[in-house]
């Protein structure tokens, strides 16, 4: 079983309006937690990194927000625009492991015009 | 290089053929990671290169897969006699230890 989930799978959204991307884990304990932004055909982009101990961490119109106590975080998108479009991936990291990053599944969002 | 940078691009290659996919990370950092991501899929850990460390090679899937990382920089992912179920985008990553992981386009390779 993936130890990270997302949800949703994917997502429609109008150009300008907001939305906001789940992500559920159950690694533990962890060192921090990582959003990405991966457009089709290239690779992962880093959006975020917050440790056990952060709240939220802002990147732009990309807010991320952690709860560590109930293994949940969230990516919210400010006022969306086409560009994007693209697979935002949940990964967290495990202390001692940084090789071993767990990987969600991804949520695949579209804006449309 | 500015950053992580990946060869071929894509890969066509027939069953029980070898290949090498090719990473040269960003200069300066000492981490190296490959991920397989098939269609649809999250990423899959293969093998993570650490410094002079001994590389973690727990997510390699079978015996045909092998990686050396020469020199601390360039890295090479071979696989042998390849199977179909080989076919996947191959993601390589670098960074510095515990910093934000730079992402190369990747290797897109097909198996017939």
């Known amino acids: 079983k993936n130890q990270v989930e997302q949800s949703p799978q994917s997502l429609i959204i109008l150009e300008g309006k907001n939305c906001t991307l789940q992500c559920n884990y159950t690694v533990s304990p962890f060192s921090n937690l990582r959003w990405y932004k991966q457009d089709t055909g290239r690779g992962p982009v880093s959006l975020t990194i917050?440790?056990?101990?952060?709240n939220t961490k802002s990147n732009g119109r990309y807010t991320a927000t952690l709860d560590a106590d109930t293994k949940q975080s969230s990516l919210h998108i400010t006022a969306s625009q086409l560009s994007d479009s693209a697979s935002y991936i949940c990964?967290?990291?495990?202390?001692?492991?940084?090789?071993?990053?767990?990987f969600g599944a991804g949520t695949q969002v579209v804006v449309t015009p | 290089g500015a950053g992580v940078s990946q060869s071929p691009s894509n890969k066509v290659t027939e069953k029980g053929k070898d290949v090498e996919l090719r990473c040269d990370p960003i200069s300066g950092h000492t981490a190296l990671y490959w991920y397989r991501q098939s269609l649809g899929q999250g990423l899959e850990f293969l093998i993570y290169f650490q410094g002079n460390s001994a590389p973690d090679k727990s997510g390699l899937p079978s015996d045909r897969f092998s990686a050396e990382r020469t020199g601390g920089s360039v890295s090479t992912l071979t696989i042998q006699r390849t199977q179909q179920e080989d076919s996947a985008v191959y993601l390589c990553?670098?960074?510095?230890?515990?910093?934000?992981?730079?992402f190369g386009s990747g290797t897109q390779l097909s198996v017939l």
């Open positions: 917050m440790t056990f101990s952060e």
């Open positions: 990964v967290v990291s495990v202390p001692d492991s940084w090789g071993k990053l767990q």
């Open positions: 990553a670098s960074s510095l230890v515990g910093g934000h992981l730079f």
